[in-house]
């Protein structure tokens, strides 16, 4: 059964370093995501990405925050200047497409710490 | 906006015994309804949803849920509970008004089945 991929598993980083996280969604979907879990709080949305531009994003999203779908295969998520409270496990998802009744498939997720 | 609320961080149940774990949620229009589950050191994976139609919805590993527009719920059931079923339990929402595909989480429910 087709899977999200996530890498790397574990992240470790100085604040104000530059991370990418990267993910490769199920090939022949369309829609993609990323959502992160801070530690004991809940799941939140960050972006979501379509048609190699960025469909919605939360308050979250700040400029710090970039997605990109640099080739066919991959979908990434830039944190330019990392802060201690960008701490958090950050999950890609994907989509069919862009329907909502559409089943959003995640990714086993990165743990990104910064230190 | 949009919101789900999981009453209990933890259910406890006996393997063998039916389980129940709760979900409540708030919208502007009409919700689409999902669960999802995550086993230790894995992604979330999908459970279920309700789009519309019968409000008992069957999903994978012999998990149900009741959609309840008047009480604005969808509980997670199943009639006998495995050891194996322990895990986190996220119900999620997703407003038809409005647009956006953004999924809205709830706090998360720990299950645990004990032999």
């Known amino acids: 059964e087709p899977e999200v991929t996530q890498t790397p598993s574990h992240q470790v980083t100085q604040m104000g370093q530059e991370v990418i996280l990267r993910c490769v969604p199920i090939?022949?979907?369309?829609?993609f995501y990323w959502y992160r879990q801070i530690l004991g709080q809940k799941v939140e949305f960050l972006v979501s990405?379509?048609?190699?531009?960025?469909?919605?994003k939360s308050e979250i999203f700040d400029d710090q925050f970039s997605v990109e779908r640099p080739d066919g295969s991959n979908f990434t998520l830039k944190i330019r200047s990392t802060k201690l409270e960008d701490s958090a496990m950050y999950f890609c998802?994907?989509?069919?497409?862009?329907?909502?009744?559409?089943?959003?498939?995640f990714g086993p997720g990165t743990r990104l710490t910064v230190l | 906006a949009q919101s789900v609320a999981q009453p209990e961080d933890q259910v406890n149940v006996a393997e063998g015994n039916p389980l129940t774990v709760k979900c409540t949620y708030s919208?502007?229009?009409?919700?689409?309804l999902f669960w999802y589950v995550q086993y230790p050191n894995r992604g979330l994976q999908f459970l279920l949803k309700?789009?519309?139609?019968?409000?008992l919805v069957k999903g994978s590993y012999g998990f149900e849920a009741e959609f309840n527009k008047s009480q604005t719920s969808f509980h997670l059931k199943k009639p006998s509970a495995l050891v194996s079923d322990s895990a986190l339990y996220f119900c999620?929402?997703?407003?038809?008004?409005?647009?956006?595909?953004?999924?809205?989480f709830g706090g998360g429910t720990r299950l645990m089945v004990k032999p």
């Open positions: 998802a994907s989509s069919p497409d862009r329907g909502f009744t559409d089943t959003q498939y």
């Open positions: 090939s022949n979907h369309l829609y």
């Open positions: 990405f379509y048609n190699n531009e960025i469909s919605e």
């Open positions: 919208v502007s229009g009409n919700p689409y």
């Open positions: 309700y789009i519309t139609g019968d409000n």
């Open positions: 999620a929402v997703r407003d038809r008004r409005g647009g956006g595909n953004m999924l809205t």
